[in-house]
């Protein structure tokens, strides 16, 4: 058989089949063919079994029903699933674990927390500068001169604003 035809015969692409040949895999006879019965034994034995073949490949007929194609998994497929899907799991692991020792070593806290932390904090400067017109009302209105409105609504935003430079979070000891 021709290189084409015996990539034919196996499912697979003569390409497949000139790169054994090349790399003396599977040996022509003397008519520079390749004979079924000594090739099928060698390819048998060579063909790695989580590789599909190019019948296997091919599309298959459009179903005609809506519901969702169940694939069915070959044996020779299962080594190959199976440990695609260790490597997944280990990598999820392996990102949780660098989380864990960023929470441990004081890197990250808990959403939920930090939340509550800089609610906690800033509420009262939410409040504060809130009641600025409460507290100042009666002396911005005695005051005619405008230098001194401002002075006082200055200093205190400014005092309000001092408190708030005060650190938000406090590191774990």
Do not use: C, W
């Not at 190019?54 to 199976?82: D, G, H, M, N």
């Not at 017109?133 to 002075?151: F, I, V, W, Y």
């Amino acid at each position: 058989m021709s290189n084409t035809a015996y990539a034919k015969h196996r499912g697979v692409t003569k390409q497949y089949i000139g790169q054994l040949v090349k790399k003396g895999i599977l040996q022509k006879t003397k008519d520079s063919l390749l004979d079924p019965a000594i090739a099928d034994p060698i390819m048998d034995a060579y063909r790695e079994p989580a590789k599909k073949t190019v019948a296997e490949k091919q599309p298959t007929a459009p179903q005609e029903t809506y519901a969702p194609a169940r694939r069915t998994i070959s044996v020779a497929e299962l080594p190959t699933l199976l440990l695609k899907t260790r490597i997944k799991s280990e990598t999820e692991k392996a990102k949780l674990l660098e989380i864990k020792a960023k929470v441990e070593g004081g890197k990250y806290i808990d959403r939920h927390e930090a939340e509550a932390i800089i609610f906690k904090r800033l509420r009262p400067i939410r409040d504060n500068l809130l009641t600025i017109p409460d507290r100042l009302s009666a002396e911005l209105t005695a005051s005619q001169d405008r230098h001194n409105t401002h002075k006082l609504l200055y200093n205190e935003i400014v005092r309000i604003l001092d408190d708030a430079t005060k650190p938000v979070l406090k590191k774990r000891s």
